[in-house]
């Protein structure tokens, strides 16, 4: 669980340190991002919501993406058909008979 974040800057470099601690409960996911239905009781839901409002009232200017969301945004390269912004096509989308 997050406790607390520091941020400091020192000339053109900016460093940002988290102080956190184990939780003892299980995880109830391995991933950041859900891959199956928890089945979790009502009350569950309750508290996750509970939470979330009060999380939601601290402001910050920090933006985070995680990597799973990344992935299934941006399609891997050569897979969609379309071509780089410059035109030039990169070695994978080129046939290997023209390589």
């Known amino acids: 669980m997050l406790l607390s974040v520091h941020d ?11 102080l956190s601690e184990r939780m003892d409960q299980p995880v109830l996911s391995d991933a950041p991002v859900l891959q199956r239905d928890l089945q979790l009781p ?4 309750e508290d996750l919501a509970d939470t979330m409002e009060k999380v939601s009232a ?6 985070a993406v995680r990597q799973q969301y990344i992935d299934r945004a941006i399609p891997e ?5 379309l071509m780089p912004v410059d035109g030039s096509p990169r070695n994978e989308e080129v046939p ?4």
């Not at 290997?96 to 390589?99: E, G, K, P, Q, S």
């Open 58 to 63: 601290a402001g910050t200017d920090r933006i």
């Open 8 to 18: 400091t800057v020192e000339v053109a470099t900016a460093y940002q340190a988290e």
């Open 42 to 45: 009502d009350a569950s839901w």
């Open 96 to 99: 290997c008979d023209l390589r």
């Open 77 to 81: 390269p050569g897979s969609t058909g």
